[in-house]
Every structure is written in structure tokens, then in C-alpha cells.
């Protein structure tokens, strides 16, 4: 197993009730792991947790050898080899996109840099666009910018937050089929959050039904909604709100 996940519990300041309780959850390396709630189960507090953004009350995270977190040890959030992509993909605005994907490189040779930038480029297919601002590009470009500029310094784990939300229908669907092709492509291990049942059952390995904030299913998108069509039958599905949670 390349990730695990194990009795992790969490509780915001001041709230009623836990927020995560004993959640765990091993991940094959190159896995996509998408995790699916209603608004307010969870799902960007886990991404939180284990990108480092919060401390868990117990439990612990590992990543490959590594302790991401656990009672006695706490790895800061940009020594975690974790990237992460926002449902708003959070670009600076005054950068062209190959500053943008430049950004995380810093520790990097000039060289390595120029080199690593076309490579994600052309990984996105966005090769002719490099000197654009994010204001000159569609909704899907510019997420496929904030998809290189995480993929760019090679994390270990890429973490998405609704990464759809902001697309039209149409657009969501070929962008789910070229995520998918892309994720596999690299063999990075992902996991995507979402609260629509139709970007799970078309990207995930497995999927884990989150419901305030505990583990309500966890299986293959036919284990979970019980269908046994093909992935590519599976991306033509629109995309409807999560019904079944
Ligand atoms: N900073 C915070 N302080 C206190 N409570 C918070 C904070 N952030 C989130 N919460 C609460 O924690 C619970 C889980 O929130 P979270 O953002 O993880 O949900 P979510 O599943 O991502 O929802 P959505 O689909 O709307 O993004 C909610 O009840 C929310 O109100
Ligand atoms: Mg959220």
C-alpha cells in the first residue's frame, strides 16, 4: 500500500460534533481515489488533513516510508511532496502560464525548469499557450494550466477539490476523460472530491462515500452504484448531482 490512512479524527475549533471520525483508507500507488458527499460531509477537510493544512486530533497519515503525520510527528505541508488543484485553480493572475508552472520549481536549475515546463505542457497539450495570461484562456485551459503547474515538480500525491465545478456540462465530461488519460499516464496517485456521482463512477478506481464525516461505502464504481458498463460508456454519462448519498 502506498498510502495509508489510519483512525484519523478531527474536530474544528468550537464545533458541536467531530468533523472526520476514525476515517482510514489504504491507496495503491497510481490509484484514483475519488471521495464523494453532500456539502459538509468532510471532503475538503480530508484533503486538508492530509495535504498538512490542519492537525489532526488523532490518528496518522503515511505516504510510501514517510509519516505525514502522527501523535508525536507533524511534516509541514510543502516537505509533503503533495500537490494540490482548487475548484477555482488559484493561478496568479499577473503570471503566464509557464510562470505559473515555473512557480513550484524554484529549487530547480534554469535548465531543468525550461525542460520540465514544455514537458507538462505538452502532457496538457497546451504547448502553443505558454506566454498567455490565465485571463486569456477558457474555464478548461486554465485548469489544465493549474493541472501542470501541480503535476510540474513530480508530487508523490496530487489532490483535487471539485475540480469540475467550474465547467460547463460538455466541457466536464471531455475534461474527465483527459484527466483520467493523463493521471494514468504519469502514474501519479490522486485523490478528487467531489458531490457528483456521475465524475466519480467516470474517474475513479474506487470511490469512498463520505457521510458526515465517517466512511458510508468504499468500493469499484460497480460496486458502489451497482452498474457494469465500461469507463468509456461510463464518460458519456451527464453529469447529475450526487442522488444516491
Ligand atoms: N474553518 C472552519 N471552521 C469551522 N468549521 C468548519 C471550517 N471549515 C469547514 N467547517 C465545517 O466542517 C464541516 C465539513 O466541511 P468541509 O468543507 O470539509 O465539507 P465539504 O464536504 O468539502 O463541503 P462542500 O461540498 O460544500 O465543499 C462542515 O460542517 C463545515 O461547516
Ligand atoms: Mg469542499
Known amino acids: 500500500m502506498f498510502i495509508h490512512i489510519r483512525n484519523l479524527a478531527f474536530n474544528y475549533q468550537g ?3 467531530q468533523t472526520i471520525k476514525d476515517f482510514n483508507l489504504t491507496i495503491d500507488q497510481g490509484e484514483i481515489i475519488s471521495i464523494l458527499g453532500e456539502s459538509g460531509s468532510g471532503k475538503s477537510t480530508i484533503l486538508r488533513l492530509i495535504a498538512g493544512l490542519e492537525m489532526p486530533t488523532s490518528g496518522n497519515i503515511m505516504v510510501g516510508d514517510h509519516c505525514m503525520c502522527s501523535n508525536s510527528t507533524f511534516t509541514q505541508p510543502e516537505k ?5 488543484v ?4 488559484a493561478l496568479f493572475p499577473h503570471m503566464t502560464v509557464e510562470e ?6 524554484q529549487k530547480w536549475s534554469r535548465k531543468e525548469k525550461k525542460q520540465r515546463v514544455l ?9 502553443d499557450y505558454r506566454k498567455r ?3 486569456e484562456l477558457s474555464g478548461g485551459q486554465q485548469q489544465r494550466v493549474a493541472l501542470a503547474r501541480a503535476l510540474a515538480p513530480k508530487p508523490k500525491l496530487l489532490l483535487f477539490d471539485e475540480p469540475f465545478s467550474n465547467l460547463d456540462a460538455d466541457l466536464q465530461i471531455r475534461i474527465r476523460e483527459e484527466l483520467r488519460r493523463i493521471l494514468k499516464s504519469t502514474g501519479v496517485t490522486s485523490i478528487f472530491v467531489t458531490h457528483d456521482q456521475d465524475d466519480s463512477q467516470a474517474l475513479a478506481d474506487r470511490i469512498v462515500v463520505l457521510r458526515s464525516g465517517e466512511i458510508a461505502d468504499l468500493g469499484t464504481p460497480n460496486e458502489i452504484f451497482g452498474t457494469d458498463c ?3 460508456e461510463r464518460l458519456a454519462v451527464k453529469p447529475r448531482v450526487l442522488s444516491r448519498v
Open 86 to 89: 482548487f475548484q477555482d485553480y
Open 15 to 17: 464545533a458541536d460534533e
Open 80 to 84: 509533503r511532496g503533495v500537490g494540490m
Open 133 to 135: 495570461y490565465p485571463f
Open 100 to 105: 505559473n508552472i515555473k512557480f513550484g520549481l
Open 230 to 232: 465500461s469507463f468509456s
Open 119 to 127: 514537458e507538462v505542457l505538452e502532457l496538457v497539450n497546451l504547448q
